[in-house]
């Protein structure tokens, strides 16, 4: 079964030069590290929601808006589709992303239609 990992971090927090690199190189290692298991299906980084657009259509109309539509204190700034047996596994998995230190990661499975 196929699960989404949503990492949600907040955007306002930086982290020093160095943390930084520590934190890729640590990213870098987790999806290495899950590509050999085969458990990688994708995954990726996102831009800040300040380069996001949001739309939503009204009364068959297109609303287009900058950035998300709510406020929030975490934001998604990535995501990877891992092959996991289970939740439990999917979660064991989760638990390693580098961001799950610093912010929270969402684990959903993937709904799939040829089920």
Do not use: W
Request: proline content about 3%; overall charge negative; glycine content about 8%.
């Amino acid at each position: 079964m196929q699960y989404m990992l949503l990492i949600y971090h907040n955007e306002k927090t930086r982290l020093g030069v160095e943390d930084e690199a520590q934190l890729m190189q640590e990213y870098m290692a987790f999806t290495q590290d899950i590509v050999k298991s085969g458990k990688f299906k994708a995954g990726d980084r996102l831009e800040t929601t300040a380069n996001a657009t949001t739309v939503q259509v009204r009364n068959g109309k297109a609303i287009v808006t900058d950035g998300p539509f709510a406020e929030t204190k975490e934001q998604l700034g990535g995501y990877y589709i891992v092959e996991a047996r289970d939740l439990d596994e999917a979660l064991s998995i989760a638990a390693r992303v580098p961001g799950a230190k610093h912010g929270s990661i969402e684990v959903r499975p993937v709904f799939q239609m040829n089920r």
